[in-house]
């Protein structure tokens, strides 16, 4: 079932989601500073490119004062309004029966979207 929902998740804008991650990744990364979170970026694009059958768990050391401070940079530097565009499209997927799978993905995402920093994407038991 998971195979199925990735694939319409892709056909349906996951797939130019995860572009768009990936290019802003790779335009964070051309500065020394941005690399951190040109990471993040390629985190999120893998994440976005295949989120069904999948979940962002927080790590051992994601309690640091580094994670802490590189989570308020996100977010004031960007991290809130693509939290809120997949909280916007979540929204509008619910509308139909058949768009609730996928607003569900919308909705999980919103968690590392918003803090990305101390979380890592693993398989679902």
């Known amino acids: 079932m998971n195979l199925l929902g990735n694939l319409l998740w892709l056909l349906f804008g996951g797939l130019f989601s995860a572009i768009g991650y990936v290019v802003g990744g790779f335009a964070l990364c051309l500065t020394i500073i941005g690399i951190p979170f040109g990471l ?36 004031f530097c960007g991290g809130i309004w693509v939290a809120l565009s997949h909280i916007v499209f979540g929204l509008l997927l619910f509308i139909t029966v058949i768009g609730i799978p996928f607003a569900w993905q919308h909705f999980k995402l919103v968690e590392i979207s ?3 920093f101390g979380k890592r994407i693993v398989d679902k038991d």
């Not at 295949?50 to 308020?72: D, M, Q, R």
Request: proline share 8%; with cysteine.
């Open 40 to 75: 993040q970026c390629f985190k999120l694009a893998a994440f976005v490119l295949w989120p069904f059958g999948k979940e962002a768990v927080s790590t051992p050391s994601s309690g640091g004062c580094l994670t802490l401070l590189l989570n308020i940079i996100w977010i």
């Open 114 to 116: 918003l803090m990305p």
